[in-house]
């Protein structure tokens, strides 16, 4: 099952994320975390995309979408695998829509996690109080300010993937402002859905 997560930053892709490796056993490819890696690693891409990545800014669509095209054809890819953080841009959509046609493979489906944009806020400084609390350090751009930027990223050039997927009658819109019990539930009964 090749799947696609999307939502504004706080939506708690993360989270639902890790329900469905678990449920599906399908892995989680969340560009953020791999980018976040290459950084840590200091590897071309990553020195490339720190100063990026700490303005809040998006990375280059051919950057990212190489670093996708490369992860998809390990071997635990092959009975799919959900995206988190990607496509971000209607030009990565595109770019993977190419990938996908020419691997001869199919997206499933798309879940957009929909949460009240004044949640969002309060859902960072929760998030940020519970990574100092476990004595870990916060991320670099899980600050208000960056945050704001990062949103506003979303609104411009992400948000427009919704009407893309809604067009190829892939997206699944659950609603982000229950419980995490109550949108894995959700998550789960569409997944059922596509593929009991
Ligand atoms: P969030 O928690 O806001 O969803 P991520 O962990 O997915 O953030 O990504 C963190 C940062 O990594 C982004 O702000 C961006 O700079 C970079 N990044 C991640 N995925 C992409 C992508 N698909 N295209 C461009 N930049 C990306």
Redesign the pocket.
């Known amino acids: 099952m090749i799947l696609i997560f999307l939502g504004p930053?706080g939506a708690g892709?993360g989270t639902q994320a890790a329900h469905i490796v678990s449920s599906r056993a399908i892995p989680q490819l969340?560009?953020?975390?791999m980018?976040r890696a290459a950084v840590a690693g200091q590897t071309p891409v990553g020195i490339q995309a720190k100063a990026?990545?700490d303005a809040?800014?998006?990375?280059s669509d051919e950057i990212?979408a190489a670093i996708v095209e490369e992860r998809i054809e390990e071997d635990d890819c092959a009975g799919g695998f959900l995206l988190d953080?990607?496509?971000?841009t209607l030009a990565?959509a595109e770019m993977l829509d190419a990938m996908l046609r020419k691997k001869e493979r199919v997206l499933d489906a798309v879940i957009e996690l929909r949460v009240d944009e004044s949640a969002l806020m309060s859902r960072l400084r929760s998030r940020i109080a519970e990574t100092k609390a476990r004595g870990e350090e916060v991320r670099k751009?899980d600050n208000e300010e960056t945050f704001k930027k990062?949103l506003e990223v979303y609104k411009e050039q992400t948000a427009p993937l919704i009407p893309y997927y809604e067009k190829q009658g892939k997206l699944k819109v659950v609603d982000g402002m229950g419980s995490v019990e109550a949108v894995s539930a959700a998550i789960d009964a569409i997944l059922d859905e596509i593929r009991p």
């Open positions: 930053p892709k969340s560009t953020g975390d980018l990026v990545m809040g800014k998006l990375v990212v953080g990607f496509p971000r990565q751009d990062r």
